[in-house]
């Protein structure tokens, strides 16, 4: 794996797309390879200069950034997609993570932050914003007009009882070492349950490990007043 970082920006604002790649520009390790002002450009570009991760905006013309990022998963695995979105609730997201974004972050997200939630996603895990994530999911996914069949209802039904609490705990919003206080676990066993949990349910990371526990029912949304 390269040290540097390789960087594909797509927004189809300039303004956004030139923002993003100063917060990068002082950064060592870090290379902006191209940047894209649609999802087609991006699939393309993404093709030619192959980058380790592609910053996605959701919204975008000719070709959206869920279906980018379907394109993305499916024909350059090895390059990840980290979804942006504007902050608070976008169901678009939701479709996003589906479509095997490795997560989401604000566009006003800190250079700060945006350094560290790129090199997390270059190293294989997800990164996301829990307690928005669990937001977006409790609005969108359970929703009875939009709620789709339970998608991985047997492979839940084999999870031991520790699996589903620590299932319940991430879809809460928990990290490793908070699911270990809870349970009284070291973090060690709780990576391996997660694994465990992950490979049964057949879910990537905990993006889509939460997705699976509103839509299996594990956890319900709570309705806002």
């Known amino acids: 794996m390269s040290a540097t970082v390789k960087v594909l920006i797509a927004d189809d604002q300039p303004l956004v797309r030139r923002g993003l790649a100063l917060m990068l520009a002082p950064e060592p390790g870090f290379q902006v390879v ?123 039904e084999g999870l031991t009882p520790r699996e589903r609490d620590v299932w319940r705990l991430i879809a809460g919003g928990s990290d490793n070492a908070e699911i270990a206080d809870r349970l009284g676990l070291s973090t060690s066993t709780v990576k391996n349950h997660i694994t465990a949990l992950f490979a049964k349910l057949q879910v990537r990371d905990r993006a889509q490990a939460v997705i699976a526990a509103y839509e299996t029912g594990l956890v319900t949304a709570r309705r806002e007043e």
């Not at 894209?36 to 910053?55: F, S, T």
């Not at 695995?77 to 609730?89: E, I, N």
């Not at 996603?121 to 969108?140: C, F, K, M, N, Q």
């Open 34 to 156: 191209a940047e894209a002002a649609d999802g087609a450009e991006a699939v393309r570009l993404a093709h030619e200069h192959r980058p380790d991760v592609v910053v996605m905006d959701i919204r975008m013309p000719v070709l959206d950034g869920i279906a980018a990022t379907e394109r993305l998963t499916a024909e350059l695995p090895d390059c990840r997609v980290l979804a942006l979105s504007t902050f608070d609730m976008d169901e678009h997201v939701v479709g996003a993570l589906r479509a095997g974004a490795c997560g989401f972050l604000p566009k006003d997200i800190s250079p700060e932050d945006l350094v560290a939630a790129l090199r997390v996603v270059r190293d294989g895990e997800a990164i996301l914003a829990p307690r928005l994530l669990t937001r977006l999911i409790s609005t969108h996914v359970t929703a009875p007009e939009r709620r789709p069949a339970p998608a991985v209802p047997s492979a839940a």
